[in-house]
């Protein structure tokens, strides 16, 4: 899987120990494994989650559903702004807004979480989305900004 | 099924068409069936609908995914806008911002849409999400905003 | 002048002490003199904001310009945030988003600002903005919704 | 005035009549003369709008107010997607999410408009705002998104 060698090959830039932070996190999340989205690439404050468009995430016309955009988007922001926290820290998201530009056609989704500014308290990410074509074609489909708090962890030992 | 009951009777107050196109539309929303959502209310310029927490739409906390609350209230607000439009128009999502306010827990979500403006191209609807625990109380878990854009639909006859 | 008179009648609501704090943060506002907007109502979770239209105020077509629209909703909402906090606090926007629903004519602008949610550090207030005409008809021409942050005041003693 | 030769300087790259339109229209503005505001960058899909920071635009802490801020972001948006609408069209602001990272301190602020997407109906802008300090040195103090809606001029002829 072609996508898993990029999150090897970003171990030495992340860190081993933020990025198993980052993939345990995501593996415990339900939602993404029911939509069948993969953590794709996870370097220090940017993360990429991809996600194949087939007909369970789409909406009436055939479109990723608005709301599966949003969710690897979000998540994809919330784990880049994890990347740059302290290990006994979690994230959890305020808030975010998103504009669809365009269909998200083509064959797969990347959603990519960029930190525009990490606090103490408040993280802010850009949220991008690009759809692929069979040519790997890009097409920014969605564009967001979005809010994040730091928590302590709940397991944090 | 007591949301079955709700739209049922919803029916005089929405009108038999607009219910129809609604259900519709919501049936060929791949993503809705995946999250197990349902369409509980539909009146003109509000619908409801309604997501069992379960651990498949979760996070790593247990709480329902921003993503998941997101989409069901990006849905609400999509099908309340076009409660309010001639039969040959379908309504895609521009934008939403949406605040996530307390954890999604309970057994259940009510993500409801109310139209704040129908115009001739634009509309903007209030999205709200509660969760709803065993004994029935609610809490507003989620506040949002949506600007949604009028089209032709494409079967129009 | 009318507003004054609803904001004394407040006084008993908000509390002598919420209304002296409110009162004097408005005063040290140069943006809110410079625009001539003036606090109209203060009660615990709910702050009203009024501008007279003026073409300082405005944009090319003669109506209030966005910005000026979102500043007074933008501190109707703090101001709202604040009747809710410990004296020692102060608020600060984390960020907000506003749609213009409707051209800001008429006589006069009143922005609202509601507390959706007070927390510890976080706020969220619903921002609206309605425009009078001559014979006090309202029509609301913007809606918004609001993050702010609790921080220790500058000046606490 | 170093900002006006930068207008200048960008005559080639606008276009003299988009430049016109565009400055003409600024100039129509009451509120970016009341607030001192200046149109200083234009290019086809960018706009920059700077404001020295005075007590004016203020709000009680000394910092430019957010809802100033927001204003010549707002109004960079707009000119930004007007460079590249047809010299019939105008636009009106649908909606705008704006975060505020950090206290507007500095000598000035820089307000810079980009278009994402500029559709035959909708263009969406990125926003930024940076704080100028005395060397000129420059801080990310404010960020956002913006939806935009093309209409026919009133004036076309």
Redesign the interface.
């Known amino acids: 899987m072609p996508e898993d060698t990029h999150v090897e090959s970003q171990d030495a830039q992340a860190g081993e120990e933020v990025l198993a932070r980052v993939r345990g ?2 593996e ?8 069948g989205a993969e953590l794709t690439h996870v370097t220090p404050g940017r993360v990429q989650i991809t996600l194949a468009r ?8 055939g479109y990723v ?4 955009t ?3 988007a ?2 994809a922001g919330g784990y880049a702004a994890l990347t740059l926290m302290p290990a006994t820290s979690e994230v ?11 269909p998200a056609a083509g064959d797969r989704l990347e959603a990519i979480g960029t930190v ?2 990490s606090g103490r ?2 993280s ?1 990410c ?1 949220l991008e989305v690009y759809a692929l074509g069979e040519h790997d074609e890009r097409k ?1 489909v969605a ?3 979005q ?1 994040l ?1 730091s928590v302590p962890g ?1 397991t944090a030992s």
Chains 1, 2, 3, 4 share one sequence.
């Open positions: 996190s995501f415990r999340q339900g939602l993404m494994a029911l939509l087939r007909p369970e995430v789409c909406q009436q016309h559903h608005a709301g599966a949003s969710a690897i979000d998540s959890l998201t305020v808030e975010y807004k998103v504009n669809l530009l365009a525009l500014k308290t408040l802010v850009q920014l564009a967001g900004q809010t708090i709940e």
